[in-house]
């Protein structure tokens, strides 16, 4: 089969689809997953395609939403649950945290729990406020979660199929800024495995590293800085948890100069943490501190200041300026 | 049959029950008096004696689980134990009326009630021995592992029952918490969804009146807990939790009606935490003595045992038969829990992930070079000396 083009909100769709068609245990439920088909379209068609016991509407309440979820999963089912936005999550925070991380390492693996929480996240939509967080590094931070976030749509098809074959809890960020971008999805192509960076651009003489809707940001940056004549290489991380150091550190190494770009507050973030590891992993072969473009320490911004806010491309690219070059 | 959830389809039914009746009366459900005589109940019969002595030799051994781990705990054996004292009718009851197929939910409090589920004693202890977190098997007894944050497991419950309904196994899950817990989030998620997806849960609330120090006077403006099922469309039920009959009575039909297809069940037992919180509380800076005093007046134990006497069920050699094997349980504690062999610490890497961790991996290796190192300077202390 050749490759369709596909909404990122599609390709989701389709792997829900054919994750269920393949395995009877996996269910879909949430906040008007059922007849609406998610406020993004994401679970479109599969109430009618699958019936109500496979896909179904909640009362509106997360912590129940992922508390029914972990009790399924104890009980031989495979649930999918949505949670509508990235800031109406936080009240699964607890069922989340305390047991759908921990009830495998509680139970010492007799009882796993194979649940993929899918969270839409990010800004730059012009969402009103608690509508644009990027939370993942409240789970990345929480050991027993899988934390993952694809940055095209061929990965948002395949690493969903894989977060829902995934025996441990998978927490799974969808940028909602690409949910209606089309490009080129063939299902019949397997991706790269949970666990494993991409690099999505070779270059030379810098390294960007960044992670769902920030990868595109950092293409075009690297487009742009490629005109200028210097070579950016582009490591999309694709999962948070577990990191693929040796991806991200060859490639640093080769380069020597590196730039995390997330858009999350920089402050104790997945951004740090990424940081930090080629700090002590690449110390040797570093030309420049390694930097970061991230959100700024502030509130999420409401719609009309909110570019100020989100990592640019000329916020990228000023930081790459000013990694020691000489003269 | 077990309502299915196609006929559950928010798109189908009415979108209101304005013509149902609402109700709003509660009474207490108890089948035997505090003096031991039979009280007739027009809605429940009293269990026959064979199984009322059943109970009371369960409620003799779940005594005795709560004085031994105390005792551990003074002795330094466990690193905590919330005693049970005053609620064994509850423990036993909850147990007691499943079936194989059915799960039970328990939390921190509910140590005789695993027991009494068929859990090993030792294991059932593991939580609060801190020699790991679960010390069972959760699904070869379907018992989940006990749960200290209040009331989060109870929508696991609900999630277990509805699987069982989707999966056309006939199986039902009976849910512990206490009064405290009913004040939080996800006891009220737990009920609404429970009630809206008609899962086949029984929800049993100790009411034993303190959530540490707080009375039940704080967690609610309420006239019962029970009385909360209304608001959430689920039938209730009032029950004396010192009356192991009435207990068995109730929770037996409340697990009947979810096997048959009717939905959850809240069941609120008024009871007594006879004892503090944990060995580490201090129950003399919050409540009178002289409530206590009352309260172990009107023993479960007690309670049964007159019954059982007073109609000629039990006789001096049943007694000793139920004695014994209580001691044989305090006996099984002692000697278990003393035994009991302490993990290695490759397992505080070995459950975290299914899937593979690089960093995971790095840091257990760190643990094991460290140890080896210890290991070393043990073996020959001069030649690692600096």
């Known amino acids: ?130 509508h644009s967080d990027s939370s993942e590094a409240y789970f990345a931070h929480t050991a027993g979660l899988v934390v993952v976030t694809p940055a095209t749509n061929q990965d948002a098809y395949g690493l969903l199929r894989q977060a829902i074959d995934c025996p441990d809890p998978v927490i799974f960020f969808e940028p ?53 004549g210097r070579s950016i290489g582009v490591v999309d991380v ?6 693929d150091d040796e991806t991200v550190v060859a490639e640093v190494r080769r380069t020597g100069r590196a730039v995390v770009v997330a858009e999350a507050s920089g402050f104790a973030s997945v951004a740090s943490e990424i940081a ?3 700090f002590e992993q690449c110390f040797y072969f570093l030309e420049a501190p390694v930097r970061k473009v991230a959100g700024f320490d502030i509130p999420y911004p409401p719609p009309a200041l909110e570019h100020h806010h989100l990592p640019s491309v000329e916020r990228i690219l000023d930081v790459v300026d000013e990694l020691e070059w000489g003269s | 049959m077990p309502t299915s959830a196609g006929e559950q389809s928010g798109h189908e039914r009415r979108n209101d029950r304005r013509d149902q009746e609402p109700e709003t009366q509660i009474r207490l459900v108890r089948l035997i008096e505090p003096d031991g005589t039979p009280r007739a109940d027009n809605r429940y019969d009293l269990p026959d004696p064979d199984e009322l002595l059943a109970r009371y030799r369960s409620m003799l051994i779940a005594r005795r ?55 090993d004693p030792v294991e059932a202890l593991a939580l609060l021995q801190g020699r790991w977190h679960c010390g069972y098997d959760p699904l070869a007894h379907r018992v989940a592992p006990q749960c200290t944050p209040l009331a989060t497991q109870l929508p696991h419950a609900v999630g277990v029952a509805y699987a069982a309904v989707l999966k056309g196994e006939d199986s039902v899950a009976m849910a512990l918490c206490g009064d405290g817990a009913t004040s939080e989030g996800d006891f009220h998620e737990a009920l609404n ?27 609610t403006a309420a006239k019962s807990l029970a009385i909360k099922g209304i608001g959430y469309g689920v039938p209730a039920e009032l029950v004396d939790g010192n009356d192991v009959a009435a207990l068995t009575a109730v929770l037996r039909a409340a697990v009947t009606r979810a096997a048959e297809g009717g939905g959850p069940t809240l069941v609120e037992a008024d009871t007594y935490r006879v004892e503090p919180h944990t060995n580490a509380d201090d129950a003399t800076r919050y409540r009178d003595e002289s409530e206590v005093r009352e309260w172990a007046a009107r023993d479960p134990l007690i309670r049964i045992r007159t019954y059982l006497r007073n109609g000629g069920f039990l006789d001096e050699k049943l007694e000793q038969e139920f004695a014994a094997a209580a001691d044989e349980m305090a006996e099984r504690l002692r000697e278990g829990i003393r035994t009991a062999p302490t993990l290695a610490p490759s397992e505080l890497f070995a459950h975290v992930y299914d899937i593979a961790s690089p960093q995971l991996a790095a840091q257990e290796a760190l643990l094991q070079a460290e140890l080896e190192a210890d290991r070393q300077a043990s073996e020959h202390p001069a030649e690692v000396a600096r």
């Open chain 2, 65 to 119: 689980v709560n004085e031994q781990a105390s005792a551990l705990v003074r002795q330094g054996q466990l690193a905590v134990y919330p005693s049970s004292a005053g609620q064994e009718a509850c423990q036993v009851a909850a147990a007691a009326v499943l079936r194989p197929s059915d799960w039970l939910f328990p939390t921190y409090r509910d140590v005789a009630a695993v027991i009494e589920r068929g859990v």
């Open chain 1, 1 to 130: 089969m050749s490759a369709a083009k596909l909404t990122m909100a599609q390709a989701l769709n389709a792997a829900l689809r054919d994750a269920m068609q393949a395995d009877d245990s996996v269910v879909v439920f949430g906040e008007d997953v059922g007849q609406l088909g998610g406020v993004f379209r994401v679970t479109d068609g599969l109430t009618a395609s699958f019936g109500e016991k496979r896909c179904f509407d909640t009362p509106l309440a997360e912590a129940g939403i992922v508390g029914m979820a972990i009790g399924m999963a104890m009980n031989g089912f495979r649930p999918v649950v949505e949670m509508q936005f990235d800031a109406f999550a936080y009240p699964a925070f607890e069922q989340i945290v305390s047991h759908l991380a921990k009830l495998a390492n509680r139970t010492r693996g007799r009882m796993r729990l194979p649940v993929v929480v899918r969270i839409p996240y990010g800004g730059g939509v012009g969402g009103v406020e608690h």
């Open chain 2, 193 to 219: 969804f429970a009630a809206v997806f008609a899962a086949p849960v029984v929800f049993l609330v100790q009411n034993n009146k303190y959530a540490i120090s707080v009375p039940l006077v704080r967690q």
């Open chain 1, 176 to 228: 909602k800024k690409h949910y209606f971008i089309s490009e080129p999805v063939d299902v019949t192509q397997p991706v790269a495995p949970i666990g494993r960076a991409e690099v999505r651009r070779t270059g030379t003489d810098v390294t960007l590293i960044s992670y769902g809707q920030s990868v595109s940001t950092c293409m075009e940056a690297a487009e742009m800085a490629a005109t200028e």
């Open chain 1, 276 to 278: 930090g590891r080629i």
């Open chain 1, 238 to 243: 694709r999962t948070l948890v577990p990191f």
